[in-house]
């Protein structure tokens, strides 16, 4: 809330300059900066920062263009994900508070993602473009808050067409004859080797689309990523963290109990907790926090530690054991 500019919106790159007349936001950061308020309950309607939510959605709507597009010129690959994060803004602060002012533009934003996607289900830096599983996962995530909400139109095609990426993202574990494909995911299909945040952030996608708990790949996934890509400060991978704790707690049980220990020490150890940054994470400690900065690592450390309590579609518990209504993955 202190490095809010004056017009309410946030900036990346220059961020310590929030206190000066003129200075220049961007989609990216408020949409990230955003997130971790609504995340806490706090909107544009309740709570001690009603006015910096309401400051921030009003800059996303007076910058959103006719189209739906809400990347407010931010520049080059990164666009996509601008729009995505700002996207799921709108929908959830809609989805609390059912401000009618807000309906149109989520909707909107909502349509522009439909009409991005790539004809094989993908979606990149720019509209149209085939998929890539990182700017994949923002976009799912966004339709996802729409389709909850359920007041919002987000045709079932949109979603067929999602699954049908995931399935040429998905990749076999060499040196693994028993492994399925689907277990493990790549940035791209046909492309590279799997990576755990690509995994992460497919199984969560995997979950949005229908897979339950029992499905025997998402349980080596989970496994995978428990087991060999614990948290740890030796690989500080924030956004590979931002996606894995919610695709762990949504799974639950043991997993998750091991993987929470962890990573919540490890945020709460890397807090700065003296100077004019108290409060913030330093983006140099965590792989690609240079690009992003301060805003972008706070963002998502913040996002990862409301995980329990979120409250918005987006992060609440899943019911990943539909054919059994009486067992829990609140543990």
């Known amino acids: ?115 991005a996607q790539h004809r094989a289900g993908g979606w990149r830096d720019f509209p149209g473009q085939e998929g890539d599983t990182s700017v994949f996962g923002w976009q799912l995530m966004a339709l996802q808050s729409a389709r909850e909400m359920g007041v919002l139109d987000v045709g079932q095609e949109t979603f067929n067409r999602a699954g049908n990426y995931l399935d040429r993202a998905g990749q ?20 590279g080797e799997a990576t755990p945040s690509m995994t992460a952030e497919a199984i969560l996608c995997r979950m949005y689309l229908g ?17 060999e890509h614990p948290p740890s400060l030796e690989n500080p991978d924030i956004y590979y963290w931002y996606y894995a704790t919610q695709a762990m707690h949504h799974y639950g049980g043991p997993q998750w109990q091991k993987w929470n220990t962890e990573m919540r020490q490890i945020l709460v150890e890397t807090q700065t907790r003296r100077g004019s940054q108290t409060g913030s994470w330093e983006a140099k400690q965590f792989e690609w926090g240079s690009q992003g900065g301060r805003i972008f690592a706070t963002s998502f450390a913040v996002c990862t530690l409301e995980v329990y309590y979120r409250r918005l579609p987006l992060f609440r518990n899943l019911d990943l054991n539909r054919a059994d209504e009486g067992d829990s993955q609140d543990e």
């Open 211 to 227: 897979w339950d708990r029992d499905d025997p790949r998402l349980m080596r996934a989970v496994q995978w990523l428990g087991d």
């Open 1 to 115: 809330a202190s490095v809010q500019n004056a017009d309410g919106s946030w900036s990346l790159a220059n961020f310590s300059r929030s206190g000066r007349p003129g200075n220049q936001g961007d989609a990216a950061a408020t949409g990230l900066a955003l997130l971790p308020f609504l995340g806490a309950g706090q909107t544009q309607e309740f709570g001690i920062y009603k006015e910096t939510v309401a400051r921030g959605l009003q800059w996303l709507m007076k910058n959103q263009s006719r189209d739906g597009d809400l990347r407010a010129d931010f520049p080059g690959q990164a666009g996509m994900y601008a729009h995505g994060q700002c996207a799921i803004v709108l929908c959830e602060a809609y989805a609390l508070t059912g401000d009618e002012q807000l309906r149109v533009p989520a909707q909107r934003a909502i349509d522009f993602i439909v009409q």
């Open 172 to 191: 076999r574990k060499r040196r693994d004859p028993v492994s399925e494909s689907g277990v493990l995911y790549r940035y791209q299909p046909d492309e």
